[in-house]
């Protein structure tokens, strides 16, 4: 079992739920963010996934979209990312969330080349679905990448069958219509989604966007194999831009949000 | 519109390499809906008199074929025809696929619309689309493009229309298409996003040039109707490509029609300061769909320069991309100077007062003239008229450079 799968499986098998963090890679700046990706790794998160900029990131909101923009002004992208990852020593694991171009331009080869020696074992392309899936998954199969798909409240369960043939660690389940985003309440959907999901496969299934506080942990704990909180993480590291401050908001927020997801 | 059997268009809205669905996964299930109704609309006569009505008597279709004599003499080679896509209603072709899409909208029981636009045009269009069939409009549009097209702001708002200025990245076209489909993704159940040109995810690129197609099939009748032969030459400007790609795409089959596309070159050949994607762009995925993009090394999208508002994209339309890599589409580039330069001309020689956007169309007219022969006939589509640009062109004739 590869590791991403295994990191949700052992959660589930311990009772708890997992908890994914998102943190953009150079927000506020590089070195932080790889102290913020240690802490979170050193608290007990799960799986991290670790935001690569790009320039036009449709399906953000503005909180990950201002984070996005800081780090492009910072000069950081994928193959920094990859280096500073892997000088940093192998944590994880670590979830590579991205848009496709990014990727398509570092070539599909190098990346999946790349990825283990930065303690990346999946990848999660937010506008990369099955249908265009193709060409990464020959590249990521063969070298044991784990690739997560995304299902929405509204997909038809073709599309979810689709979605979950094409996973590996687990499939993401997309809470709510909309961009990434901290919302005041989970759609109840959601959990109707997860057990349509449920239905069709046997790997683990996480919940995410619009995640912003414990209440929504327990709710989705409730369901669901993880949890993702993006949007919310980010807003709680605010304006802050040193590094043991930063580490500290970090802590302060996650902390409570680990706890229900592992109580 | 004929329900005609499209070769270029392989599986997932395939163009060769180019095309297909980059979105996310929320936006998969109504782009798969959107297909299946567009498909059913364009084999159902009631939908198509319903459009072809529309085009008749709202839009003023056909739109007349002008031959430009004093510009052909100017010249003295080949002879030269305008396809007047200027005086459709709202003064560009964008009207043909906005109404297409918003009647369209309507018969899937969608109640709201947004677009983006970039020069306004496509804006205006929607707005006008959306005030004739009753539903509500809103466009997005760069803060940057906001000021230089204030008049076709004040339109759609005229019309109904509640526009929202975008304050993020260059903050022009590119950037009210994130927005749109940020809020497309939101808003699915209820809502349909026109876009305005032959981008975006499957099915769009094939939809719009569907729509647009119009153009291309009156002016072959027309051409052939009065000289009784095909034009040798099409030329036609290039922002994403519906204009070119509804005049192109009737004459395909025809091998003795050499097409052109004209790009904005801009102010020069740096980073930044034109919007020629077939000159300096690589393969790459923007805005839901493969094509050749203006990209940096690490796969972020350049910023670049138009004096034109509707080419000042960063992408191109798959199917150009396509014609371009099997040779059958020629791409070339006209200059900002160029341009105006072309835009005085047409004023002063035929009395017409082109888009600037057209006017890279017919600016190319001074290095393609010295190479024809008498015997050469000349097709420049004129894709929309430049009132909107009047302002503009006063501001650079004060201030040359």
């Not at chain 2, 085009?55 to 279709?61: A, C, K, N």
């Not at chain 2, 059958?328 to 600037?356: K, M, N, Q, W």
Request: a negative charge.
């Amino acid at each position: 079992m590869q590791p991403i799968r295994r990191a949700l499986e052992s959660a589930r098998g311990a009772g708890h739920a997992a908890l994914i963090p998102y943190l953009t890679l150079g927000f506020p700046h590089l070195k932080a963010s790889l102290a913020l990706l240690e802490a979170l790794e050193e608290m007990g998160c799960d799986v991290v996934e670790v935001g690569i900029p790009f320039s036009d990131p449709v399906a953000d909101g503005p909180t990950i979209q201002h984070s996005i923009d800081v780090s492009l002004r910072g000069g950081v992208h994928l193959g920094l990312c990859l280096s500073a990852l892997e000088e940093l020593g192998n944590g994880g694991p670590r979830l590579l969330f991205s848009y496709f171009n990014p990727l398509l331009r570092f070539g599909l080869c190098n990346l999946t080349a790349a990825l283990p020696a930065s303690g990346v074992s999946g990848v999660l392309v937010t506008d990369l679905v099955p249908e265009e899936a193709a060409e990464w998954l020959d590249h990521a199969q063969p070298a044991r990448i784990e690739t997560c798909f995304l299902v929405t409240v509204t997909s038809p369960t073709a599309r979810l069958e689709r979605a979950a043939r094409a996973s590996s660690g687990f499939v993401y389940c997309v809470s709510t219509l909309g961009v990434t985003g901290a919302r005041s309440k989970i759609d109840p959907r959601a959990r109707e989604t997860v057990e349509r999901v449920k239905s069709v496969t046997d790997l683990p299934v996480a919940v995410g966007f619009g995640v912003s506080n414990v209440e929504d942990v327990m709710e989705i704990r409730d369901y669901a194999d993880a949890v993702v909180v993006g949007s919310a993480l980010i807003r709680a590291l605010g304006d802050e831009t040193e590094t043991g401050a930063l580490v500290a908001r970090a802590q302060d927020f996650l902390g409570p949000l680990l706890e229900a997801a592992h109580a | 519109m004929q329900p005609a059997f499209d070769p270029q268009l392989g599986e997932n809205g395939r163009y060769g390499d180019f095309g297909g669905s980059y979105v996310p996964e929320t936006l998969m299930q109504p782009l798969t809906e959107l297909c299946a109704a567009f498909r059913e609309a364009r084999e159902d006569p009631g939908f198509q008199a319903e459009l072809a009505a529309l085009l008749r008597d709202y839009v003023g279709r056909p739109t007349a074929l002008t031959e430009a004599t004093r510009l052909g003499s100017h010249y003295g080679t080949a002879r030269i025809l305008f396809k007047r896509e200027d005086l459709a209603h709202t003064g560009a072709h964008k009207i043909n696929n906005a109404l297409g899409q918003v009647l369209l909208a309507r018969r899937m029981g969608k109640t709201r619309i947004i677009a983006e636009t970039g020069a306004g045009q496509h804006g205006v269009a929607t707005a006008t689309a959306c005030a004739a069939l009753g539903l509500q409009c809103r466009v997005y549009m760069g803060a940057v493009d906001m000021e230089r097209q204030a008049l076709n702001v004040y339109r759609m708002r005229l019309l109904g229309a509640e526009v929202v200025g975008v304050d993020s990245g260059a903050r022009t076209l590119k950037d009210a298409i994130n927005e749109a489909l940020r809020d497309w993704v939101a808003s699915v159940l209820d809502t349909h996003y026109v876009i305005g040109s032959v981008l975006g995810p499957h099915p769009f690129p094939w939809m719009v040039r569907t729509f647009q197609s119009v153009i291309g099939r009156e002016a072959r009748a027309q051409v052939l109707e009065r000289f009784g032969r095909l034009p040798s030459h099409l030329v036609a400007c290039v922002g994403g490509g519906s204009n070119a790609m509804g005049l192109f795409h009737a004459f395909l089959a025809d091998d003795e029609v050499r097409m052109v596309g004209v790009e904005a070159g801009g102010r020069g050949e740096g980073r930044g300061d034109h919007a020629a994607r077939f000159c300096t762009g690589e393969v790459g995925v923007l805005h839901g769909t493969r094509s050749v993009l203006l990209q940096d090394e690490h796969g972020n999208v350049l910023p670049t320069h138009s004096v034109s508002a509707g080419l000042d994209y960063p992408s191109v339309g798959p199917e150009h991309a396509y014609y371009e890599s099997i040779g059958r589409i020629d791409y070339v580039t006209a200059s900002d100077a160029e341009a105006l330069a072309a835009f005085h001309l047409l004023c002063e020689s035929e009395g017409l007062l082109p888009a600037l956007e057209s006017s890279h169309a017919a600016a190319y007219l001074d290095r393609l003239m010295p190479t024809l022969s008498r015997d050469d006939l000349v097709l420049v589509n004129l894709s929309g008229r430049g009132d909107k640009d009047v302002d503009q062109v006063r501001q650079a004739d004060s201030n040359p450079r």
